[in-house]
Nanobody, 118 residues
Framework: QVQLVESGGGLVQPGGSLRLSCAAS????????MDWYRQAPGKQRELVAG???????NYRDSVKGRFTISRDNAKKTVYLQMDSLKPEDTAVYYC????????????WGQGTQVTVSS
């Protein structure tokens, strides 16, 4: 069965760092695009960063220069390194695995809480 297991969330002070991990099983990891989303209370879920099977990355403007997404296909794991954290980064962060062809698939992790506060 497909499973995405996230870890690395927690409480951190403004300006601090966290590294989130998402370990996948039950999929051919190397062919999937891997994304990180986040959702704050009362807000819509939003895409934070993504990395394709070929290694191309994209980030929402508010995290550019602070966050880095990477993947290790041998470990079937995607990472989100978060530096210079701000209170507005506080949210539940979700891992997503997806591909579009020849068949479509879309899988989600359980989410991990990130809280940035003094």
């Amino acid at each position: 069965q497909v499973q995405l297991v996230e870890s690395g969330g927690g409480l951190v002070q403004p300006g601090g760092s966290l590294r989130l991990s998402c370990a996948a099983s039950g999929i051919i990891f190397s062919i999937f695009t891997m994304d990180w989303y986040r959702q704050a209370p009362g807000k819509q879920r939003e895409l934070v960063a993504g990395i394709t099977s070929g290694g191309s990355t994209n980030y929402r403007d508010s995290v550019k220069g602070r966050f880095t997404i990477s993947r290790d296909n041998a470990k079937k794991t995607v990472y989100l390194q978060m530096d210079s954290l701000k209170p507005e980064d506080t949210a539940v962060y979700y891992c997503n695995a997806n591909y579009a062809s020849p068949l479509r698939a879309d899988y989600w992790g359980q989410g991990t809480q990130v809280t940035v506060s003094s």
